[in-house]
Structure formats: structure tokens, C-alpha cells
Nanobody, 124 residues
């Protein structure tokens, strides 16, 4: 059974940092990319970043490029999203997801499995 469990969300002031973690199990890390999506109230869910553990390839949406860093630890089946210089517009529920391995090329769109999400709130 595939399981994705996010943690690390919370409330932070504008300019602050948070580190999200995704604990994954039930599938082979090398066969997929792991992505982070977010959904703000009243907005569509968007792909923020993803990483391929097999080749280290990464993708970042323009809105987070230079501020967010994705990383993975294959030995622990963990994926992290370090979020710096947070802005109020980063406020959303952040979801971890299993995506096809080629998602790092054009961004995560197809999702095989979703986590339940973790709330990130950035106050001004």
C-alpha cells in the first residue's frame, strides 16, 4: 500500500522559512518522481516542485524558483521541501505526490498517489 505522509507545515511570518517533509512507503523510489503541489483557497492545485531520486533531476515552478529547494533521502524514503523567503501568497495546503519519472522535465501534472496535505500559512 502506497503511503505519503506530510509534516512540517505551520504558520510563519513573511520572509520566514519552513521545511516540509514527506515520508513515502509502498513503492520503489527509483521508478517515480516525488512532487510537491499546493492549493490555496479558491485556486486550482498547482505543481510546485518535484525530484527524481534515480537521476537527481528537479523541477521548480517559476513562482518558487530561487526560494524553495527540494531534496530526497533514498535511504529513508523521504523527500523534503525547504521553503525560504516565504510570502503570504505561498499560503496553501501543500501535498506530497507520486508522479511519473519524467515530471522533472516539464513539471508535475500526472499524479499516481496523493498525500493528505499539510497547511502552510504565511502572515504579512
Amino acid at each position: 500500500e502506497v503511503q505519503l505522509v506530510e509534516s512540517g507545515g505551520g504558520e510563519v511570518q513573511s520572509g520566514g522559512s519552513l521545511r516540509l517533509s514527506c515520508a513515502a512507503s509502498g513503492f520503489d523510489f527509483d521508478d517515480y518522481a516525488i512532487g510537491w503541489f499546493r492549493q490555496a483557497p479558491g485556486k486550482e492545485r498547482e505543481g510546485v516542485s518535484c525530484i527524481s531520486s534515480s537521476d537527481g533531476g528537479t523541477y521548480y515552478a517559476d513562482s518558487v524558483k530561487g526560494r524553495f529547494t527540494i531534496s530526497s533521502d533514498k535511504g529513508k524514503n523521504m523527500v523534503y521541501l525547504q521553503m525560504n523567503s516565504l510570502k503570504p501568497e505561498d499560503t496553501a495546503v501543500y501535498y506530497c505526490a507520486v508522479t511519473p519519472p519524467w515530471a522533472t522535465i516539464h513539471g508535475p501534472r500526472v499524479v499516481h498517489y496523493w498525500g493528505r496535505g499539510t497547511q502552510v500559512t504565511v502572515s504579512s
